[in-house]
């Protein structure tokens, strides 16, 4: 069992930046992988950026460049640093751990970008 906490949403202008965490409840050194997923008002929930137990990272073509993921094993926290904020990256963002043939997922952060 994984329990992930979310935290690090909130309101930012265009063009501003905000870091994300999700902190685990456990060691996710062999979690494999993590990943921030987002939902935004009437659409379907998105994959934004994945990270392997090696540090393999892949992202969303419409936030390559702007946002990072990376993570710290000793802290079992994944981080998304957000930068250069657009209006259409308002949405909740979900943490997700796949561990042990199951999927975890956290409560999720409101992220608002206004213009």
């Known amino acids: 069992q994984v329990q992930l906490v979310e935290s690090g949403g909130g309101l930012v202008q265009a063009g501003g930046s905000l870091r994300l965490s999700c902190l685990a409840s456990g060691s996710i050194s062999m979690i494999n992988p993590m990943a921030w997923y987002r939902r935004a008002p009437g659409k379907q929930r998105e994959l934004v950026a994945t990270?392997?137990?090696?540090?393999?990272?892949n992202y969303l073509d419409s936030v390559k460049g702007r946002f990072t993921i990376s993570r710290d094993n000793a802290k079992n926290t994944v981080y998304l640093q957000m930068n250069s904020l657009k209006p259409e990256d308002t949405a909740v963002y979900y943490c997700y751990a796949h561990w042990s043939l199951n999927n975890y997922w956290g409560q999720g952060t409101q992220v608002t970008v206004s213009s």
């Open positions: 990270i392997t137990s090696s540090g393999y990272t």
